[in-house]
Antibody
């Protein structure tokens, strides 16, 4: 059974940092691209970043460029999102997801990030 | 960036109704479109990818069509568990973008 379990969310002050983790199991992690998608409270879905299977290609939305970094450890079967210089508009539930041709087939339960003073 | 626009934003329907949701892209995305269903407090669920391919385990009352820049999601006979919010997403290029969502409510 495919499982994706996010962790690392919480309350952080504006300008602060958080590192989200996503532990994957039930599939060959190194064979799939992985993504982070977020959802602000009461709002729609926003794609944040994607990393290819071997980590050689990374893409992210313009609003997080220079602040967020996606990475992965194919030995630990884990996906990460390092978030720096956090802003109020980064407040959201962050989901990790396993790609299926670019769509997201499997999703974690999400971890809430709240940026507030 | 490619903008994805869904219509309607809200749809009121009854059990048994045929429901159609439209998703338009600001440019041609070929067939690289997915549809998701999301219920409150839950992660999205992939229903359809590549515009018309039904994900395994998804009931056949869901169908997708379209290509280029205009796509539709159809539910042939709405069931109680289908009241949810539906999102389209293009993955033809980066940034991948979602539509704003269509909430299907009970009439």
């Amino acid at each position: 059974e495919v499982q994706l379990v996010e962790s690392g969310g919480g309350l952080v002050q504006p300008g602060g940092s958080l590192r989200l983790s996503c532990a994957a199991s039930g599939f060959t992690f190194s064979s799939y691209g992985m993504s982070w998608v977020r959802q602000a409270p009461g709002k729609g879905l926003e794609w944040v970043a994607t990393i290819k299977q071997d980590g050689s290609e990374k893409y992210c939305v313009d609003s997080v460029k220079g602040r967020f970094t996606i990475s992965r450890d194919n030995v630990k079967n884990s996906l990460y999102l390092q978030m720096n210089s956090l802003r109020g508009e980064d407040t959201a539930v962050y989901y990790c997801a396993r790609d299926r041709e670019g769509a997201s087939l499997y999703w974690g339960q999400g971890t809430l990030v709240t940026v507030s003073s | 960036d490619i903008q994805m626009t869904q219509s309607p934003s809200t749809l009121s329907a009854s059990v048994g109704d045929r429901v159609t949701i439209t998703c338009r892209g600001s440019q041609n995305i070929g067939g690289w479109l997915a549809w998701y269903q999301q219920k409150p407090g839950k992660a999205p669920k992939l229903l359809i990818y590549r515009a018309s391919t039904l994900e395994s385990g998804v009931p056949s009352r869901f169908s997708g069509s379209g290509s280029g820049a205009e796509f539709t999601l159809t539910i042939s006979s709405l069931q109680p568990g289908d009241f949810a919010t539906y999102f389209c997403q293009q993955y033809n290029n980066y940034p991948r973008t979602f539509g704003q969502g269509t909430k299907v409510e009970i009439k």
